[in-house]
C-alpha cells in the first residue's frame, strides 16, 4: 500500500492527540513538556504533509514554516526547562498540580 | 443710613471667645490651668466693649433720629418710617429664586435689645469671675458665654430672618455647651440634650415657617425684616392675603414661627426643657436661661409685628399661649422647693406676660416688659447664685432661712428684684407688668385679663414664699455649712448692686402715668407702631389707668399677704424634706407627659418597629442579593483554579470549539 498523503495528515492528527493527552493528562512536568513538543512536531508534519498536496506556490511555504516551528521549539524547551529546574530547586517536587500559586 | 461699625458688635465677643478658647486649650495640660486673670480680663473687656459701641451707636441715632423728626416738622412732612444703621456685609447664598443677603441693621427695638444683653451680659461675665473662679474649666466657660453673646448680637442684629436664624441656632449651641457644662454629672448632658432636642422641634417650626412666608411674599422682595414688612404694611397685599389659599398660608407660616418662639422661650408646648435647664451653672440661668435668650422669642415677634399682625388667629393663639403659659408655671414655681427652679418656673410665667402683651397686639408693652424682666430676674438669679455659693452648693429653700443678716448685699440685690417682679409701685415690674395689664383689659377682652391678674397674684405668692424661706424665717441651715457662710467676692457683689438698682428704677424708662416718660415706647413706635395700630380696631375700649394699676398693686400686695399668712399657718412645712406629693409632681410634669405621650412614646414605638421588623426586611432584601452574587461567583469559581493541565485543556477545548466554529459551513 503506498503512503498517501491523507495517511500523513491522520499520522499527524494522532501525534497531535498524544502529545495533548500527554500535556493534559500527566501531572509530571516533563511529561508535559514532552507532549507540547510532540504537539509542535505533529504540526510540523501536517505542514509538510500541505506542502506535498499543494504544488507551486504553497510547496515552498510548506517547507519553511517548520524550520521556524523548530526554532521556537528549541528555545521554548530551553526556557522551559530552565523553569522547570528553577521550581524543582525551590519545591521538590516535578508536580504540576504542585505550582497552581506561582508567586508562593 | 450707613454705619461701617456693626460688624463689630457680634466680633468684638466673639474675639473674646477665640482669644478665652486658646487659653483654655493651652492651659489643659497645667495643673492649675490658665492664668485667671487674664482670662477675666479677656472675659469682661470684649462684651463691655461691645456695650459701649452699641451705647454710641444709640446715642448717635437717636440723635439723628431728632433732627431729621424736626427737619421734617419744618418742612411740614410727618415721619413715620423707622430709622436705623444698615450694614449690608455680603451675598450668603443664591439658589434658584432665592437671593439672601447677610448684613446688619440697627434701629431702636435692636437698639434696646442690644443695650441689655450686653450691658448685663458685662455684668455677668463679671460675676462669673467670682462664681466660676474655684472651676477648673473656668476659661472654657468664660469662652462659650462670649461665644453666646456673640450669637445673641447677631441673632438681635440680623437684617433678615435668616441672619437671625443663625444666631437662633447659635444661641441654642451655647445654651447646650453650658448647660452641660458640669459634664462629670450624666444628669447635667440629659438636661443639655433635652434642651437641644426640644429647641429642635421648634427650630424646625421657625424655618417651615420661613418657608411658607417666602411662599407668600414672592421671590420679587428680599428676604429682609424691611422688605418684609414694608410687603405686609402695602394696603393691596394685606388684601390679598385677608382671604383664600394664602390667609391659611399665613396662618400656616405664623403659627410655626410661633412654634419656633415657643422652642427658644419656653413657651406651652415646647416649655419642658427650661426647668432642665437649671443644671447648668447659676450665671448661665441668669444671663441665657432669663435675661436674653429665652426672650429672643418675643423680640422675634416685635421683629416681624407686621407679619404677625396680619393674622388674626395667630394673634389669638399667641394671647392664649402666652396666658395659659403664665398661669400654669406661677403655680408650678409655687410647688418648687429648688430655689433655682422657682426662679425658672418665674421666668417661664413672664414669658407668658410678654406673649400675652404680643398677642393682644401690644408688641412694644411686650419688649418692654423683656427689658424690665431682664433686669430683675438677673438679678434674682445672680441672688440666687450668690445664696448657693455661699452656701457651698446648696439649691433646697427649706434648708436655708436666716440669710438676711448674713448677706446683707445680696439681700437687698434680691429684694429690689423681689419688689419689681411683684410689681409693687415703682418697681420695674410694676411699669411694665401694668402697661400689659392693661394693653390686655383694653384689647384682650375680660378673660384674658383675670388670667393675667390671678398670675400676678400668684407671682406674689411664691416670690414672697421664696423671700420667707430664704431670708427671713429662722435659720435651717447645718452648723457646719453657717460656719463657712460668707458674703461674695466684689465681682459678684456689683453686677448684683448695679442689677438691683436697675430693677428698682430701669421701669421709669416708659411710665405711662408720669407725663415725659416716654422714651422707651416713643423709640418703638416706628417700629412696631403700624401693626399695633392695625390691630388697635375703630372703637377702642377705654380705661381708667389708676383704677386699673390699683387692681395690680391690689394683686401684688394680696400676693404677697396670702404668702404671709400661708407662712405662719404652717403650710410651707419648711423644716421637711418630702419629695413632692403627687398633685404637685402632675401639675410640674404635667407637659412632660404630655411630650412622652404624643411625642417622645410614638416615636419610640416607631423606632422599635423600624428597628425589629422593617430592618430584618430591609437587610433580607440585601443578603439575598449578595448570596445571589456569592452563589453565581461560586459556579465560576471553579473555573478559575490555578491548576496547569485544566488551564491548558480548557483553553484546547475553546479552541477545538473556535475551529468548530469556523469549520462550520465546511461541516455541512
Redesign the interface.
Known sequence: MEISIVHLQILAAILFALG?AA???R?NIFF?LMGVELMLNAVNLSFLSWSRTFVGRGAMEGQVAPLFTIAIAATEACIGLAMVLMIFRNRESLD??D????KE | MQSSLLWLLPVLPLVGFLLNGILSLAGARSPHGPSKGLVGFFAVLFPAASFILSLWLFLRLGHEVASVRALNANLGFNLSEALSYKQPLWNWFAAGDINVGFGFVFDSLTGIMLLFVTGIGTLIHLYSLGYMAHDRGHARFMSYMSLFLANMIVLVLGNGPLVTFLGWEGVGLCSYLLIGFWHEDDSNNVAAVKAFMVNRVGDLGFLLGLFFLWQIIGPATPFTYEAISAWFRDPAHLASVGQGALATLLTASTLLLFLGCTGKSAQIPLLTWLPDAMAGPTPVSALIHAATMVTSGVFLLARMSDVFAASPITMGVIAFIGAATALWAAVAGFLQNDIKKILAYSTISQLGFMFLAAGVGAFDAGIFHVFTHAFFKAVLFLGAGSVIHALGGEQDIRRMGGLARKLPITFLAMFAGWYAITGLPGGAGFWSKDLILEKVWVHGGPILYWTALATAVITGIYMTRLMILVFWSPSRIDHEVEHHVHESPWTMGLPLVVLGLGSLFAGFAWAPMIPGLDWFGRNLAPIVGAAQASLAGAEEAHASLALLASLGIGAALCGIGISFALFRSGVYKENSSDPMSLPARIWTFFFDYIHAGLGIWPVRIASWILDKIVNPLLLGLVRLVAYLVEFVGWLFRSLQ?????VN??VS?AGAVLVLLYLMKDILK
Not at chain 2, 641 to 645: F, P, Q
Open positions: 495533548m500535556a493534559v493528562g501531572r508535559v504540576s498540580d505550582f497552581s500559586r506561582m | 483554579r490555578s491548576r496547569l493541565r491548558l485543556g484546547v
